[in-house]
């Protein structure tokens, strides 16, 4: 399978055609931003990084009965996934209070909820990514009532699956954020990435950063920590 005409250059990631309507070649590059935007930089080894384990975990999750975009790895940062016309909304799911949850309503991080919280923001950047509810999602015509029931289903479903397998890895699963597409026929699948870019990882013993919280807050050691990841999922 080869890239054909360049679809998209986003942020993390480029998207071409394929020969195939029903396919796309994801290519993930070193690239990062944060703060909306304003911070811009490069995460030397992010792309393969994030290619190599957001593909992993997108096979767990089939295995564990949840539909993903993925196809196949060519190599180290392309990926090739089905097409699909993306839920223009990023669901948060949160077990560990953190980040923007902290700050909006005062808490330190480091709280484990009871059970976990789920919310979205509208995937707008001329907006800044507003919080909404699934009410207004709805009235927005972003997605149906049985696609947003659907897609929380399988976003706490994800969290299951990811929460016990990173913990078997020493790792907490503090938050992170996933995106939906439909296919042609209208079925809802995981797409976009996970990985240390769109999750908080902290050490299960020490609290350790092991994410793009190091990039967005300069704490230095992001490569090492990228690596790390890499390290205890794939054991290299
Ligand atoms: P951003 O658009 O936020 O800068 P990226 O750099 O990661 O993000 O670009 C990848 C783009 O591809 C995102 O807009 C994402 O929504 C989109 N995308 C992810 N998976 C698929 C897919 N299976 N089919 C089509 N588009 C996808
Ligand atoms: N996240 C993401 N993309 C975004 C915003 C958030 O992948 O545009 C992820 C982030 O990595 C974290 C989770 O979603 O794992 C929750 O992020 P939060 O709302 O706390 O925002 P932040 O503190 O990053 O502004």
Redesign the pocket.
């Known amino acids: 399978m080869e890239k054909r005409a360049q679809l998209y250059e986003g942020k993390a990631k480029k998207v071409f055609a394929t020969d195939d309507p029903n396919l796309v070649i994801v290519s993930y590059k070193d690239d990062a931003t944060?703060?909306d935007g304003l911070k811009k930089g490069t995460i030397s080894g992010k792309g393969v990084i994030n290619n190599r384990m957001s593909n992993f975990l997108m096979q767990i999750l089939e295995q564990n009965g949840v539909k993903t975009h993925f196809v196949e790895e060519l190599n180290d940062r392309d990926t090739v996934v089905k097409k699909v016309s993306i839920v223009p909304l990023?669901v948060?799911i949160?077990n560990i209070s953190?980040?923007?949850?902290?700050?909006r309503f005062g808490v330190e991080e480091g709280i484990v909820f009871d059970e976990p919280t789920i919310?979205f923001?509208y995937k707008n950047d001329d907006l800044h990514?507003p919080l909404m509810n699934a009410y207004h999602a709805i009235a927005l015509k972003l997605a149906t009532k049985e696609e947003i029931d659907t897609i929380k289903s399988m976003a706490f479903k994800v969290n299951e699956v990811l929460k016990a397998y990173f913990l078997k890895l020493n790792v907490k699963l503090?938050?992170?954020?996933l995106e939906f597409g439909r296919l042609a026929d209208g079925t809802i699948v995981l797409a976009d990435e996970i990985s240390p870019?769109?999750?908080?990882f902290w050490d299960a013993q020490t609290n350790e950063k092991l994410?793009?919280?190091r990039f967005?807050r300069d704490m230095g050691g992001v490569e090492d920590a990228y690596n790390e990841m890499m390290r205890r999922v794939f054991g290299e």
């Open positions: 944060a703060l990023e948060i949160r953190a980040g923007s949850f902290a700050k919310e923001s990514d503090v938050d992170f954020k870019d769109t999750c908080r994410d793009k919280d967005r």
